[in-house]
């Protein structure tokens, strides 16, 4: 959609107001317009409000009666249709902007301010996302939209608006981040430091921690939850050259799913990141989802459990969970990371040993956390 830049006004003039400009400049009463029509006098009101369309021989009485040509006054008439067709259409497609956005959601993250009416509301979001209008929204995320390749899956009912809302957040809280520049080496050294966080089972204190150490390296380590219908883990992508931002959503509320994320998101950052903005869907990414995720996959998989220890950890006996607890602290990485694993390379089922994963459950806590990171 093409943003236009000309000056197109929300409000309406109709001819009727120039009509009645000139009734009062020249003294001319209603009723003398009314007799010289030959109309009722609730047609002459209807004519002035612009609920009466001026037809080619109204056009002509009128220019009769007050020297304005007949011309003037179909073309003014004209142009006010259009003007109402415009507004209309324009209106329309606010509307469907807004139903689009999951609003409530972003009430309730408190992302903006709730409003009673349609007015606020449009004023509230468009402020949200730093535009003047829906036009210029369109124009903002067009490239986004329409040219990024968008690989979901069909069990979801993702909806674009509530992913680019989501990431429009991650964008916002980057701006309170005080950041040294992004440095690729220092980067990579600081996850194999933040890999011992994984034993810690309480958000509230390695999420901080992390948050920090990326900032070290030139990330906005950010967390927020997700709307309604955007079902995202994570994205990755570069504000300029020196400024990273990484999102996660804590989706999946397990050590395993949040730790192989952040690595995995950090692998498109090191391998990917000023390629393009990478999103991640329901484990599949709106973005390049072949070479890029495997290579993602493998480098979280060597950050988790380096190679020296693959062997040892592809022969555990998994009938004893003893075992994979032990390997875990011989490893320094949580059980649970194990588990995972071992799960998805269908060394054991999904129904095992899952309570040796950690759950981030306590949802008052969690969203408050969420929303100070």
């Known amino acids: ?11 309406l003039s109709p001819p009727g107001n120039t009509l009645n400009d000139y009734l009062i400049e020249k003294n001319i009463s209603k009723s003398d317009l009314t007799n ?11 004519l002035l409000a612009g609920e009466l369309t001026i037809t080619p ?15 003037f006054w179909i073309q003014r008439e004209t142009q006010y249709r259009s003007d109402i067709e415009r507004i209309n259409k324009k209106h329309e497609l606010e ?7 999951p609003f409530s959601d972003m009430v309730k993250f408190k992302w903006v301010k709730n409003q009673r009416n349609t007015k606020a509301i449009l004023k509230e979001c468009l402020n949200y996302f730093d535009v003047s209008s829906v036009d210029e929204w369109f124009d903002k995320y067009n490239e986004l ?3 990024t390749q968008f690989k979901m899956s069909s069990s979801f009912d993702t909806n674009i608006y509530s992913v680019i809302t989501w990431l429009r957040q991650g ?3 980057s701006g309170n981040f005080d950041l040294e520049n992004w440095n690729s080496k220092k980067f990579k050294k600081t996850l194999f430091e933040v890999r011992k966080l994984t034993r810690v089972k309480d958000p509230n204190i390695f999420l901080p921690l992390i948050k920090e150490q990326f900032s070290n390296c030139g990330v906005c380590f950010i967390v927020s939850p997700i709307p309604k219908k955007c079902h995202a883990s994570g994205a990755t992508f570069f504000l300029n050259p020196q400024k990273a931002i990484m999102i996660m959503s804590f989706r999946h ?9 952040l690595f995995h998101e950090a692998a498109h950052l090191l391998l990917h990141g000023k390629q393009e903005l990478i999103i991640e869907i329901n484990k599949e990414s709106i973005s390049e989802i072949n070479i890029s995720e495997k290579e993602a996959n493998d480098f979280s998989m060597n950050i988790l459990i380096p190679d020296k220890y693959k062997a040892e950890f592809m022969n555990l006996n998994t009938k004893n969970w003893r075992e994979i607890v032990r390997f875990a602290k011989k490893i320094d990485v949580s059980a649970g990371i194990l588990v995972g694993q071992l799960q998805h390379l269908g060394l054991i089922k999904h129904s095992h040993y899952n309570k040796l994963k950690t ?6 806590i969690f969203i408050e956390q969420l929303s100070s990171i």
């Open 1 to 11: 959609m093409t943003h236009n830049t000309d000056f197109l006004p929300d409000w």
């Open 36 to 46: 010289y029509l030959n109309m009722s006098n609730e047609n002459i009101e209807k």
């Open 57 to 71: 021989s109204t056009a002509k009485l009128l220019e009769d009666f007050s020297g304005i040509s007949k011309t």
């Open 95 to 101: 509307v469907q902007w807004l139903n689009n956005l």
């Open 145 to 147: 939209i329409y040219n």
């Open 171 to 173: 964008v916002i809280k």
């Open 253 to 261: 509320k397990t050590d395993d799913h949040f730790w192989f994320s």
């Open 359 to 364: 759950r981030y459950e306590n949802k008052s």
